[in-house]
């Protein structure tokens, strides 16, 4: 990973420090031949090799129940439509070329292939099972075929969710070698998959760390444009949300994100803010901005991509938006909030929550330059409270609103229309 930093003159100021741009290059090597996983705020995570898993099983916590397949190495999978769990001695695959292949959704991972069966009027439908309220045991009520990347044919049977755990079990189509397995999901504590080699018989723990320390993954993954293809591009972690600005004059410069939807769609980064003609062409007015796990907003634009030969994706990040002052990555002492923004009234409110009394909390608005234009100490207490700025004064702009506890800094973008 190479990274540069920039200084900005037309970023955020504070206390006399400018915000940075960083130029950040992450590799997913030749071919595309890994994953990574990314921090906003602390780079790169981690990889793993794309292709040493076959399906992925979330453990997200404790409650997840959605099953993925590695589409991107070749692996199929189908629902075995001739009968239920009573055939599983007799599974074959004579037909399976009008069968209709099941996919990971490109927009959720609470989607996954095995899932796309689901009876939305049952609300215990699970997709590959049913679950009991009663028992709070998921009952698997399906077969399944899966081809793997190796051209081996298997039929497998998730059997149930009991015991804090996956039990399934697998074999060739004339049931040698058969598997029966159960996956723990406490094992993966804090993370959103436990990944499964049907070739190797063997689990994997391949997210390099905790689901709160990551917001992007760089991969390959399955898209439908319209039909099933394997593209390279970004993916958002469960809780990141992402707004797109499109037909963007001046990226660079450009900042309100507070005028864009922020949406939960793991892909809206994706893939297509690149072409392939005879070469790759990058979109040069799409601005990407990402809530990240801590809650900060970052600013990305994407400047170069190496395509296969390289698997480099080039880009700059900003952090435009600091919503929070954390004690850990699990407990947040302050929060703060504007409204409206943007702002073509007289004043804006600032509503903001204290977890723990603080010895001083001061809010200060400035312009981009630093320069403080107003001043005022705020309640220390612990609590919810609100404060009423004039904005009267402000001509049409971008501003800062900072709140300073202890020293320490929440920042946020003021726009007046």
Same mark, same amino acid.
């Given at each position: 990973?190479?990274?540069?930093?920039?200084?900005?003159?037309?970023?955020?100021?504070?206390?006399?420090?400018?915000?940075?741009?960083?130029?950040?290059?992450?590799?997913?090597?030749?071919?595309?031949?890994?994953?990574? $996983?990314?921090?906003?705020?602390?780079?790169?995570?981690?990889?793993?090799?794309?292709?040493?898993?076959?399906?992925?099983?979330?453990?997200?916590?404790?409650?997840?129940?959605?099953?993925?397949?590695?589409?991107?190495?070749?692996?199929?999978? $189908?629902?075995?439509?001739?009968?239920?769990?009573?055939?599983?001695?007799?599974?074959?695959?004579?037909?399976?070329?009008? $069968?209709?292949?099941?996919?990971?959704?490109?927009?959720?991972?609470?989607?996954?292939?095995?899932?796309?069966?689901?009876? !939305?009027?049952?609300?215990?439908?699970?997709?590959?099972?049913?679950?009991?309220?009663?028992?709070?045991?998921?009952?698997?009520?399906?077969?399944?075929?899966?081809?793997?990347?190796?051209?081996?044919?298997?039929?497998? $049977?998730?059997?149930?969710?009991?015991?804090?755990?996956?039990?399934?079990?697998?074999?060739?189509?004339?049931?040698?070698?058969?598997?029966?397995?159960?996956?723990?999901?406490? !094992?993966?504590?804090?993370?959103?998959?436990?990944?499964?080699?049907?070739?190797?018989?063997?689990?994997?723990?391949?997210? +390099?760390?905790?689901?709160?320390?990551?917001?992007?993954?760089?991969?390959?993954?399955?898209?439908?444009? +319209?039909?099933?293809?394997?593209?390279?591009?970004?993916?958002?972690?469960?809780?990141?949300?992402?707004?797109?600005?499109?037909?963007?004059?001046? +990226?660079?410069?450009?900042?309100?994100?507070?005028?864009?939807?922020?949406?939960?769609?793991?892909?809206?980064?994706?893939?297509?803010?690149?072409?392939?003609?005879?070469?790759?062409?990058?979109?040069?007015?799409?601005?990407?901005?990402?809530?990240?796990?801590?809650? *900060?907003?970052? %600013?990305?634009?994407?400047?170069?991509?190496?395509?296969?030969?390289?698997?480099?994706?080039?880009?700059? %990040?900003?952090?435009?938006?600091?919503?929070?002052?954390?004690?850990?990555?699990?407990?947040?002492?302050?929060?703060?909030?504007?409204? +409206?923004?943007?702002?073509?009234?007289?004043?804006?409110?600032?509503?903001?929550?204290?977890?723990?009394?603080?010895?001083?909390?001061?809010?200060?608005?400035? *312009?981009?330059?630093?320069?403080?234009?107003?001043?005022?100490?705020?309640?220390?207490?612990?609590?919810?409270?609100?404060?009423?700025?004039?904005?009267?004064?402000?001509?049409?702009?971008?501003?800062?609103?900072?709140?300073?506890?202890?020293?320490?800094?929440?920042?946020?973008?003021?726009?007046?229309?």
């Amino acid at each position: 990973m190479k990274k540069i930093l920039l200084t900005s003159i037309a970023v955020l100021a504070l206390l006399g420090s400018k915000a940075q741009i960083i130029i950040d290059t992450v590799s997913i090597g030749a071919m595309y031949a890994n994953q990574k $996983w990314y921090s906003l705020q602390n780079d790169e995570q981690g990889s793993a090799p794309k292709n040493n898993w076959d399906i992925a099983f979330d453990v997200a916590g404790g409650y997840g129940t959605s099953i993925h397949i590695n589409s991107i190495t070749g692996t199929m999978l $189908w629902t075995y439509p001739s009968a239920d769990t009573s055939a599983w001695a007799t599974v074959d695959t004579a037909g399976i070329s009008t $069968w209709t292949p099941k996919y990971n959704s490109e927009t959720s991972w609470a989607m996954g292939a095995f899932d796309q069966g689901m009876v !939305t009027s049952n609300p215990n439908d699970v997709g590959w099972g049913v679950y009991n309220s009663v028992t709070h045991i998921i009952t698997g009520d399906s077969l399944f075929v899966i081809k793997l990347s190796n051209g081996s044919y298997k039929k497998l $049977w998730i059997i149930n969710v009991a015991g804090g755990g996956y039990n399934f079990k697998y074999a060739d189509l004339d049931g040698n070698n058969l598997q029966t397995k159960f996956l723990l999901k406490s !094992t993966y504590s804090g993370k959103n998959f436990a990944y499964y080699s049907l070739q190797t018989n063997m689990e994997l723990n391949r997210e +390099p760390v905790a689901s709160a320390n990551w917001d992007l993954l760089f991969t390959q993954y399955t898209a439908f444009i +319209p039909t099933p293809y394997t593209v390279s591009g970004v993916l958002a972690n469960k809780g990141v949300t992402v707004a797109q600005a499109d037909d963007v004059t001046s +990226p660079g410069t450009y900042n309100n994100w507070s005028a864009h939807t922020f949406g939960t769609d793991i892909n809206i980064i994706g893939y297509d803010w690149k072409a392939y003609t005879s070469s790759w062409k990058l979109t040069t007015d799409t601005v990407y901005f990402v809530k990240s796990k801590q809650g *900060d907003i970052w %600013k990305l634009i994407f400047t170069g991509f190496g395509g296969a030969s390289t698997g480099n994706y080039i880009f700059s %990040k900003e952090k435009v938006s600091v919503v929070g002052i954390k004690e850990n990555e699990h407990v947040t002492l302050a929060t703060t909030a504007i409204y +409206p923004n943007p702002s073509n009234q007289q004043q804006v409110t600032l509503l903001y929550n204290f977890e723990k009394e603080f010895n001083s909390a001061v809010l200060s608005v400035m *312009d981009l330059s630093g320069r403080v234009l107003y001043k005022e100490a705020l309640n220390n207490t612990i609590g919810m409270h609100t404060q009423l700025i004039s904005t009267s004064q402000l001509s049409a702009g971008v501003y800062v609103v900072s709140v300073n506890v202890d020293g320490q800094l929440i920042q946020q973008k003021l726009i007046i229309n």
